[in-house]
C-alpha cells in the first residue's frame, strides 16, 4: 500500500540577476527559502526526517552546507543534479520517500547561483552529456551557438516547417509571461513587454527570429517545498492548507529520442508525453481536468511543444491555442501564470521547488494578483535535457 503524499509547506526567494544581490551566496538563498517553507508548514526543522537538495553549479556536498543553516540534526541529505529539472527531481524524491513509507516528513530544496550570460560546460577534459543530442541534432538542422537556443530554436523551425506555425506565435508566448509576471513578486523581470519590443530585441537564434526575450534569463534563487505523510498532516492538523500530489512520474530518454530522428524528441518532447500519461493515469484526470500549469518555457519554442506533449492539443496544434487565447486568463488553462521561466527567471537547481511553491499558492486561493478563479487541479511540468522530464499534479487535499 502506498502513502499518500502532501505538501505542506512552501518557499522561494525573488529570483535575481546573477550578483545583482551582493554577497548573496547559496547558504543564504537556502536557509530564506528553507526557512519560509517551514514557517508556512507551521514546523519546526527538527521534524524534518530527511531532505533532498538540488544545485548543478557548486562542489559535492553543498547540499549539505545550505541546508545546515536551518538546523544540525543529522538526518539523511542527499544532493541532487539533474540539470534543469533537478528541483523537481528532488521534490520527487522526497515525494517518493513518503509514498513508500519510509518518513513522515521530508524536504526538497534547491538553489543556484549562476554565472551572468549563456550557460558552459562545467569540465572541457571529459565527454559532454549532451554531446549524443547534440551531434543528432547536427545531422538536421545547421548547429549555432549558444547551443541551448539552437536546440530548441531549431524545433521551433521545424514546426514551423511542418504544422505553419510562425515566429509570431513564439514572440506571442514570451508576451504572454512576461504579461503574467508583473504580478509576481519573486519574478526577475517584472515589466510588460509589446509583442513588437519582444520581437525587436536582441536576436539570439535567427532562423526562429528568436530574440533575448523569448529566452529564461541565467538567475540566482531558492525555493523549497516540505512534503508529509497523512497521517502526518492529521496528526498537527495541516489538512485545509496542505496539497496532495496526486499524480508524479519522472521520465528519461527514450529510444525514440534518437530513433525518430527529429528535433521536438531531441529536446525532449517524447519524455514529457511519457511522463504526463503516467500522471493522468495514476491521479485520474486528463487535460481537460486542469485548470492551471507550470511548464518549462526555457525557450518560446519549448512551451508550445510542451502544449502537444502535455496533451492540452493534438501534435503540431500548439499554435492554435495560442490565437484562441486559451493558455492565459479567460483562456482553457493559465499556463505559467508565474511569468514562468522566461520572465521569473531560471537558477536550474530551484525551478521545479518555484513551479510547486505558484501551483500550491494558486490551489490554496493565495497567489494574489495572479490567482487563476476556481483552480481546483493544477499541473506542473520540469525538463532537463541529458535527460529528464518531471510530471507532477497536485490538487488540495480536502478533494
Request: proline share 4%.
Amino acid at each position: 500500500m502506498t502513502e499518500r503524499v502532501f505538501v505542506i509547506g512552501v518557499g522561494m526567494t525573488k529570483f535575481e540577476k546573477p550578483g545583482r544581490r551582493e554577497g548573496w551566496d547559496y547558504p543564504a538563498m537556502a536557509a530564506e527559502s528553507g526557512i519560509k517553507a517551514l514557517d508556512d508548514a507551521g514546523i519546526r526543522y527538527e521534524q524534518v526526517q530527511e531532505a533532498y537538495v538540488g544545485y548543478c553549479y557548486g562542489d559535492s556536498t553543498a547540499g549539505q552546507r545550505g541546508i545546515y543553516e536551518l538546523g544540525l540534526t543529522g538526518i539523511p541529505v542527499a544532493n541532487v543534479n539533474n540539470n534543469c529539472s533537478t528541483g523537481s527531481t528532488a521534490l520527487y524524491l522526497a515525494a517518493r520517500a513518503i509514498r513508500g513509507g519510509l518518513s513522515d516528513c521530508a524536504m526538497a530544496l534547491g538553489f543556484e547561483k549562476m554565472q551572468s550570460g549563456s550557460l558552459e560546460a562545467g569540465y572541457t577534459d571529459r565527454e559532454q552529456p549532451l554531446i549524443r543530442h547534440i551531434e543528432a541534432l547536427a545531422q538536421l538542422r545547421e548547429f549555432a551557438m549558444p547551443v541551448a537556443p539552437w536546440m530548441f530554436g531549431a524545433a521551433g523551425v521545424e514546426h514551423m516547417e511542418n504544422y505553419g506555425s510562425t515566429p509570431e506565435h513564439f514572440a506571442k508566448i514570451a508576451e504572454k509571461n512576461h504579461r503574467h509576471s508583473v504580478n509576481n513578486p519573486y519574478a526577475q523581470f517584472q515589466s510588460p513587454y509589446t509583442l513588437e519590443e519582444i520581437q525587436n530585441a536582441k536576436m539570439v537564434y535567427e532562423p526562429l527570429q528568436m530574440t533575448r526575450l523569448q529566452c529564461s534569463p541565467t538567475s540566482d534563487g531558492s525555493g523549497a517545498a516540505v512534503l508529509a505523510s497523512e497521517r502526518f498532516v492529521e496528526e498537527h492538523d495541516l489538512g485545509d492548507r496542505a496539497v496532495e500530489i496526486v499524480g508524479q512520474a519522472m521520465v528519461t530518454d527514450l529510444e525514440s529520442t534518437f530513433g525518430t530522428k527529429t528535433a521536438r524528441s531531441l529536446v525532449g518532447v517524447d519524455m514529457s508525453a511519457a511522463a504526463a500519461r503516467k500522471v493522468y493515469a495514476q491521479a485520474g484526470i486528463g487535460p481537460a481536468d486542469i485548470d492551471v500549469i507550470e511548464l518549462h518555457d526555457c525557450f518560446a519554442p519549448n512551451e508550445l511543444l510542451t502544449y502537444e506533449a502535455l496533451g492540452l492539443c493534438g501534435e503540431g496544434e500548439g499554435h492554435t491555442l495560442i490565437d484562441a487565447g486559451e493558455t492565459t486568463y479567460g483562456g482553457r488553462w493559465v499556463v505559467n501564470p508565474s511569468g514562468g521561466l522566461i520572465s521569473k527567471g531560471h537558477p536550474l537547481g530551484a525551478t521545479g521547488l518555484a513551479q510547486c511553491a505558484e501551483l500550491t499558492w494558486q490551489l490554496r486561493g493565495d497567489a494574489d494578483a495572479r490567482q487563476v478563479d476556481g483552480a481546483r487541479i493544477a499541473l506542473a511540468h520540469n525538463i532537463g535535457l541529458g535527460g529528464a522530464a518531471v510530471v507532477t499534479a497536485y490538487r488540495p487535499a480536502d478533494r
